[in-house]
């Protein structure tokens, strides 16, 4: 059996900030084990960029960045997501997390939040 690559995943300062701001809000909005559960979720699917990070879609609204930012959506419930936002490294085999973005928020922020 063929051994997958591994990479080491990275949250961004910037990036710590974004979450910490989402467990606020998940946590004002919805029951204590309901925002525990979807953070757990939500920070569980970025380290699973460990295997196969290119699997998430490219950012368009970054590519003059030219980092081919990459994203995960994690649906915590039928109208809204969270964007997990984030670049590969590819010469250290490093993943980095930039951003956690709600959709409820606007698209045109997102190159703003990843400068």
Do not use: C, W
Request: a negative charge; zero cysteines.
């Amino acid at each position: 059996m063929e051994e997958e690559s591994s990479y080491i995943v990275e949250i961004t300062p910037e990036a710590e900030i974004y979450y910490l701001q989402l467990l606020k809000h998940l946590y004002q909005t919805h029951s204590e084990n309901s925002a525990a559960r979807k953070a757990d979720e939500i920070l569980d699917m970025a380290l699973s960029l460990d295997k196969n990070p290119y699997r998430g879609r490219v950012v368009d609204q970054l590519a003059l960045l030219e980092m081919e930012h990459r994203f995960l959506l994690y649906q915590h419930n039928s109208r809204k997501s969270i964007k997990i936002i984030y670049f590969i490294d590819e010469s250290l085999k490093t993943v980095y997390v930039t951003d956690f973005f709600g959709n409820e928020m606007d698209d045109e922020k997102i190159a703003d939040r990843s400068k």
